[in-house]
């Protein structure tokens, strides 16, 4: 082993190269970003400062030679990376980039000689040594010799014999996947952020959620033990939204441990923390260790340089919270709204691109019931993990409690159908609208002839039980009434004109009579 943990094998001049091709263009960036990493660089100053590129092209910020000194200097690491003049320097010392990818390659191939030698340093002393992992050592070594030999590139393959099958761990059952990522959507105000509350609720008392049972009946299961919770929330209060919901929804609130932002080593407050921030969540997960981590909504914690529409630009972050989630065995939850087209299907109807709906294992929609408007369901729109679970109903109370109500036969698509046929309805209804104005455009007519031409010149079936045609009459304020033993529908008269004076007689010789079917008729 060298004495200052160093080799022979000095690569600081090519480096400089690398570095200053990084700070002058941002496709060359690019490319080297993906050819090397933090372990290539020989130089100390020159690890901090590729460390500094990476992280500003994590958050979709172009690295240049400003931002890169920036960072640097926020992250108090300017003195040990050079101090501004040498970055300005690196940046300085080539004209051109056409050379970057050789300079990376030299840089690459560098840092391999170097990890030889230093492999084949420790092979030999342990061998001094007698230690029974020299052969090993030795062997790996060897191996990495090889790769050298192959420019480094080989496809890591691992036979499926030798991995073994896991069953799926469930936070709630099949709902909430553990390790994964997962998706809660619906239109603004339907009750996501009421449902999320009393997950978190339920979570950290360690009650049963409901699933339903072969016989689609709602049933609660056994007691679990209380577990933490980690609540991201851009659109509501600590004090006046989410403490009194969780009150009503009976959490303990010594287990719910909201994300307001970030602490600079300085003291600096930075808000808000976003997603991007991977560190600093992971820090904040191994102390907390949650269960459940509830980002509401996503949209607003994606982070600087990241449209939700752009897949490309959506995967790098969902790759990495998935990451998170998979290594502290944690339920991380991402709350979105819908998007207006009815069109789609459901599983497309979330804001932002499909990618969001593919990374995530299960994802939950809420919707009203389009039975009982009173009611919400929570439907399952996808589950890769197992079977979807049938939907539930619920009601929020006038007191802002969230109640379970019982098992529902409506599906994600049969929630949000109520948009698709109110737009068909209105459609009818137009037409129907149109047909009564011109129909009653003379004067008033007999209902039972009104009534028949409708069913022939708008389809319907039977006029009198026609809730399109009733709505219809309804917004064109046509009156009912009765002279006689015969009903006459008519158009409303502007306020300024006065009833006809044979209107007026004929009223007088029979007195308006409304019977106990006029509501039928209306």
């Not at 028949?452 to 709505?471: F, P």
Request: with cysteine.
């Amino acid at each position: 082993m060298y004495q200052d943990g160093k080799t022979p094998i000095d690569s600081a001049d090519v480096e400089k190269a690398a570095l200053g091709s990084m700070l002058i263009d941002r496709e060359a960036a690019d490319k080297l970003l993906a050819k090397l990493t933090v372990g290539d660089f020989y130089d100390d100053k020159h690890r901090l400062i590729f460390e500094a590129l990476q992280k500003l092209r994590a958050k979709g910020e172009v690295p240049d030679l400003l931002t890169v000194t920036d960072a640097l200097r926020s992250s108090k690491s300017l003195t040990k990376a050079g101090g501004a003049a040498y970055i300005s320097a690196l940046a300085n010392s080539v004209g051109t980039t056409t050379n970057a990818d050789v300079y990376a390659d030299k840089v690459l191939e560098c840092s391999r000689y170097r990890a030889i030698m230093m492999a084949a340093a420790e092979c030999v002393a342990a061998a001094k040594e007698m230690n029974p992992n020299a052969l090993q050592r030795m062997e790996e070594t060897v191996e990495l010799i090889r790769s050298i030999g192959q420019n480094g590139a080989r496809v890591c393959v691992t036979c499926l014999a030798d991995v073994e099958a896991e069953e799926t761990s469930w936070l709630w059952k099949p709902y909430l996947p553990l390790g994964k990522l997962a998706i809660l959507e619906g239109d603004p105000s339907i009750g996501k952020t009421f449902l999320a509350l009393k997950l978190t609720a339920a979570i950290s008392q360690g009650w049963p959620l409901p699933t339903v049972n072969a016989q689609g009946e709602l049933e609660i299961g056994e007691r679990g033990e209380p577990q933490n919770v980690l609540y991201l929330s851009a659109e509501d209060g600590l004090g006046d939204t989410l403490k009194p919901r969780l009150i009503r929804a009976g959490a303990d609130d010594s287990r719910v441990f909201a994300v307001t932002g970030k602490r600079h080593p300085g003291g600096k407050i930075e808000v808000p923390i976003t997603l991007q921030d991977i560190a600093e969540l992971d820090r904040t997960m191994s102390e907390y260790r949650p269960a459940l981590m509830v980002v509401d909504p996503l949209q607003a914690y994606l982070g600087k340089g990241v449209d939700m529409n752009r897949a490309e630009q959506v995967r790098p972050v969902l790759a990495q919270v998935g990451a998170l989630a998979q290594k502290h065995f944690c339920t991380i939850l991402l709350i979105r709204h819908l998007g207006k087209s009815s069109k789609d299907r459901s599983i497309y109807r979330g804001l932002g691109s499909i990618d969001l709906a593919a990374a995530a294992r299960s994802v939950l929609l809420v919707g009203r019931d389009p039975d009982d408007a009173t009611k919400r369901i929570l439907a399952h729109n996808k589950s890769s993990l197992g079977p979807s679970g049938a939907s539930i109903s619920f009601a929020i109370t006038p007191e802002g409690a969230l109640e379970w109500v019982g098992a529902s036969h409506l599906t994600a698509a049969q929630v949000l159908a109520p948009d698709a046929v109110d737009t068909e309805e209105k459609g009818a209804r137009a037409e129907a609208k149109e047909f009564l104005k011109e129909a009653l455009a003379n004067g008033p007519r007999a209902a039972r002839e009104m009534e028949e031409e409708c069913e022939r010149a708008l389809g319907i079936e039977d006029a009198q039980k026609s809730s399109t045609l009733k709505r219809a009459k309804t917004e064109l304020n046509i009156r009912s009434y009765r002279i006689g033993a015969a009903w006459y529908w008519e158009l409303p008269k502007p306020k300024e004109q006065g009833i006809r004076q044979e209107d007026r007689q004929e009223y007088q010789q029979e007195p308006l009579s409304v019977s106990g079917d006029i509501l039928d008729r209306l």
